[in-house]
């Protein structure tokens, strides 16, 4: 981080106070850095997961009643400033190798090893190649680092993964479980993340790779692996104050607005309800003033318990286009693609509506208003993921195993983690079998809507694979591309000049169209 940020001072004072800080975190124990290695890595990527409307609403769980621009595909046009939060995280973590080693603490040590790898690959997938070898080297005067390979940054994460997962299995030190917001010291449980981790970048990079790793991936699909919801990599929130507490929760919305604009798209919705998913019941909420023939009052339950109170007003009286509108039913989306969310199918005015709220169309149930529950987590990894991923393998024959099982496996975990009756979600999966007929297409859509609250992986994965095909269908007057990487920060283009240009040069352009190693 310092190497990054140094390069783009030009004041001696803020420079000073980087060492500083950077001295104050070589000077604590290494097991208070978990603690806040942790807690930044998973909240982090939540709130990119979730919250931010740059992948979600591409990837149409939910579209933006205000900022519109993600879900016209504008917002990945535009270059990000910097990209100093990842790389403050990534040296906090690394300020937590160099002290395990100092203090040889050699498992909490791999534990860090475990999380840089997991934000490094975070970094790489958004961006392409990225500063890496010499990302963290800025007391050794390298202070405009070169950019790496992803080919050769994928080696590296991967390599980082075995050694980690080697020194938690041979050493005799401990994980002090206080410190351990994650797995509380259990190693083995550490040991599940790491070969998960494993999994999700090999399925990734496999064919960028040739199938040259393949016994690579099935050693880690044999392996001890995050295969329950009770060793999903999650930190749970505290629900104190904004810093602690879910990225859309009572302290963190924004005067009331931050969750309500965000509205579920029909994509979403009309997935959910056309199969019959019980998960539609426990994600979105009724429609409080919505469009119907014979209107009533009624008060409706989600499964968790949070009631609405729904208004439905006369069809007969509407003076609005209600194209496409879903009239008559409870849960209702908004489509994708559009930048006049607010005043469709009614004006702002229209019962109390207004730029930020829309009573024709459904939200998201009340469980992810709130600040801290067991089901709303910092998750960075669960098991229906890792299912999917092995579901997807073992259906074109990377790995041995059984598709299938993989895939209803995913199923019922992502059902567990919601708390859908264990009878519904049996009938659900035995009317979403895979019978040999668009299996890749049935596992890519149950992925994607078990990555609901995780954007930042459904959109990896729908980059790579193309499902669910339903995704992208947005109007024509969407002008931009649908977005392939992030584009490198406007910091590094004016103050790391000479090793930008060489990574734009390898990469053809730097924009948000241009192919990354993964992807050719």
């Given amino acids: ?39 930044e890595t998973a909240k982090f990527y939540q709130d990119k997961g979730f919250k931010s409307d740059q992948r979600n609403a591409i990837m149409e769980y939910y579209q933006q009643l205000f900022s519109v621009k993600s879900q016209l595909y504008e917002e990945f046009a535009k270059a990000p400033e910097s990209w100093d939060k990842e790389f403050q995280i990534l040296y906090l973590i690394q300020s937590g190798i160099d002290e395990s080693a100092k203090h040889e603490k050699h498992a909490i040590g791999a534990a860090f090893e475990i999380l840089q790898s997991f934000m490094f690959a975070y970094m790489t997938d958004q961006f392409g190649d990225i500063p890496y070898t010499d990302a963290l080297r800025g007391r050794e005067g390298i202070v405009k680092p070169a950019y790496d390979n992803q080919e050769d940054i994928y080696i590296g994460l991967l390599s980082t993964l075995d050694k980690a997962i080697s ?26 993340f790491a070969n998960s981790l494993k999994i ?69 919705i009309n997935m959910l309800r056309e199969n019959n998913d019980p998960r539609l019941k426990a994600w979105i909420a009724p429609a409080l003033k919505p469009w119907a023939t014979n209107p009533e009052d009624k008060i409706i339950e989600d499964i968790y318990g949070y009631s609405y109170s729904v208004q439905e007003r006369d069809v007969a009286d509407n003076t609005y286009d209600l194209t496409g509108y879903a009239l008559d039913s409870t849960y209702i989306g908004v489509p994708v693609g559009r930048h006049d969310l607010p005043t469709l199918y009614g004006d702002v005015g229209d019962d109390g509506g207004g730029n930020y709220q829309n009573f024709k ?50 199923i019922k975990q992502n059902m567990d983690r919601w708390m859908i009756d264990g009878t519904l979600a049996d009938t659900y999966i035995a009317t979403n079998v895979l019978n040999g007929t668009e299996d890749l297409r049935k596992i890519g859509t149950q992925k994607w809507l078990s990555l609901f609250t995780n954007g930042v992986e459904s959109y990896m994965n729908y980059r790579r694979t193309g499902f669910p095909t339903e995704i992208g269908n947005v109007p024509v007057s969407v002008t931009q591309s649908f ?29 948000q169209t241009a192919l990354i190693w993964l992807l050719k």
Avoid: H
């Fill in 200 to 268: 999700r970048l090999l399925v990734r990079s496999y064919e960028a790779f040739g199938g040259s790793r393949k016994a690579e991936l099935q050693a880690a699909a044999n392996a001890s692996i995050i295969s329950d919801n009770m060793y999903n990599a999650a930190v749970d929130y505290e629900g104190t104050t904004s810093t602690n507490s879910w990225p859309l929760g009572f302290n963190n919305d924004n005067g009331g607005s931050d969750f309500t604009r965000r509205k579920p798209s029909v994509t979403f």
């Fill in 167 to 192: 020194t938690l299995s041979s050493t005799s030190d401990e994980i002090d479980s206080d410190q351990d917001l994650l797995y509380f010291g259990n190693k083995a449980e550490w040991i599940r």
């Fill in 1 to 39: 981080m310092v190497s990054l940020l140094i390069g783009a001072c030009t004041d001696q004072l803020r420079e000073n106070q980087i060492n500083q800080a950077e001295d104050v975190n070589r000077q604590t124990a290494p097991r208070y850095l978990l603690t806040g290695a942790l807690v």
């Fill in 483 to 511: 977005p392939l990487r992030t584009r490198y920060p406007t910091l590094e283009a004016d103050n790391n000049t000479e090793e930008y240009d060489i990574a734009v040069s390898r990469l053809g352009k730097d924009d």
């Fill in 361 to 410: 169309v459904s939200s998201f149930t009340n469980i992810f208003l709130v600040d801290s529950d067991p089901l709303i987590k910092a998750t960075m990894m669960e098991a229906s993921e890792v299912s999917f991923c092995l579901a997807e393998a073992a259906s074109k024959g990377w790995i041995t195993g059984n598709a299938s099982d993989y895939y209803e496996a995913g």
